[in-house]
Nanobody, 122 residues
Framework: QVQLVESGGGLVQAGGSLRLSCAAS????????MGWYRQAPGKQRELVAV???????NYADSVKGRFTISRDNAKNTVYLQMNSLKPEDTAVYYC????????????????WGQGTQVTVSS
């Protein structure tokens, strides 16, 4: 059973930094794309960043240049380094493990962590 556990959230002033971690268990991890999403009160969950098994990354325009997603396959962990934080970054941040697509047409499941709260004060 795959489990994802986020950590590193907290309260920070605008302009500050936080580093989120997502540790995976029950998966070989290294072959899966991983992503970070966030959800603010009253808003839909949105993609923040994604990193493929090969290390390619993509970011939402709102965080590009400020956030960096990375992974340490040896530790089964994905990170989100958040710099120059703004109050609009306040949200619950979720880690996602993306499914795999096999030659026989089947797919593995996707998984979500429980979320970690990030609050940025002005």
């Amino acid at each position: 059973q795959v489990q994802l556990v986020e950590s590193g959230g907290g309260l920070v002033q605008a302009g500050g930094s936080l580093r989120l971690s997502c540790a995976a268990s029950g998966s070989i991890f290294s072959i899966n794309a991983m992503g970070w999403y966030r959800q603010a009160p009253g808003k839909q969950r949105e993609l923040v960043a994604v990193i493929t098994s090969g290390g390619n990354t993509n970011y939402a325009d709102s965080v590009k240049g400020r956030f960096t997603i990375s992974r340490d396959n040896a530790k089964n962990t994905v990170y989100l380094q958040m710099n120059s934080l703004k109050p609009e970054d306040t949200a619950v941040y979720y880690c996602k493990l993306y499914p795999l697509y096999y030659e026989d047409g089947t797919t593995s499941g996707s998984y979500w962590g429980q979320g970690t709260q990030v609050t940025v004060s002005s």
